[in-house]
């Protein structure tokens, strides 16, 4: 049982599956036969305290789930057998437990008797196997999932989504989700032939500070800020197994420097840099559009940010944007996050290197990155 294989599905935000698959082969050496990339998804097969153990360290994706059976099922009846079978007491240690259910193409579709027939399976083993007396804050969530008349089980072993790392406590308007923010510093990492520790990381309108933060953890464990569902697994004691965050040779950029225009924002990101213990990361208050200051002790930098754009900012026009980061800073790269319908054109000593497209909420955007052309 110890050297079982488990099935381990990571959720992952969409456009960002290559980054993902890529932060994944840092971290774990696994065949590559045991990883299945699809839309919005990574399928790996891996024994159960390494599959884990990626909710400690992973930064790209938002949840993992363990896949605990699949079979064909077009009745209620079969599927109320299949599951009073499952031993849930494994992964479950409360009485009551979140069903996440959903259905496609399945002659099974029907959300609440669904509901109903797990929830009754669920009740029938805890008579019994009575839920421990302990419970974890953390939530405790099987998904059911139907599509072509294949249901497919699984447990959550991550809690709270995985993009909440558990130091921010303090927000700003319109924030970029961590793991968006952690993609597109992997992106640019991966894109450009250069070492991120010869660089000073710039954002020049930081917000609540998420891509200084990011980058800084960025091959640090998660673990120290919060906790996950799968610590309470049982089976873990069962199988006398261990979690630990696995490691990895990889160093993140030299410094980091963050400025806004507002108050607010500057006081928010002090104090999230504050909780995560950023000692190396350096906030101040500078309008981007003002007269360029002297930023000599910056270089050589990389600038990566995401400019305020629909409503509740007022944007500030991209190719503006785009001479003002030059002037200011001069990086050696340009990262910036737009809404996909904007055009952007560089300044002259700046090209286009490549783009990403994903989704920020509901709107599509694209990350473009350019690099000056006397440095590449
Ligand atoms: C979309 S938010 C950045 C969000 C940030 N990435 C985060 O995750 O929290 C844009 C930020 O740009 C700042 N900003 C807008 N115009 C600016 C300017 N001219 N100079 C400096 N900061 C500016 C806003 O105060 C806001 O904090």
Redesign the pocket.
Known sequence: MKDQVYEFYLVIPLGLEGVALSELQSWVQLDSKAITRSKGGISLLAPLEVGLSLNLVLKVPTRILLRLKKFKCTDFEKLYQKLKKIPWGDYATKGEVQWKISSKTSRLFHKRRLLEVCNKAYTKYRIGQPPRTTQGSEPQAFHVQFYDDICTLSVDTSGEHLFKRGYKTFS?????RENL?AGLLLFSINELPLSPSDLTLI?????????LTEAAGLYKPTNAFRTFSFMHFRLLEKLQLKVLPPTVNKTTFKNFFG????EE?IKACTENIKNFGGSDIQISH????SPPSDTQGLAPSIVI????YGER??K?PSNLLMTSIAEQYHPQAIGLLLPSNTQVKPPSEYKKKSELKIKNGSIDVTFHLFVEKSSF
């Open positions: 700003t308007k319109a924030p970029l923010a954002d020049p309108l930081v917000g609540s500070g998420t891509f400025f806004d225009n507002s924002a500078r309008d981007l559009l940010t995401n400019p305020p900012l007022s500030i």
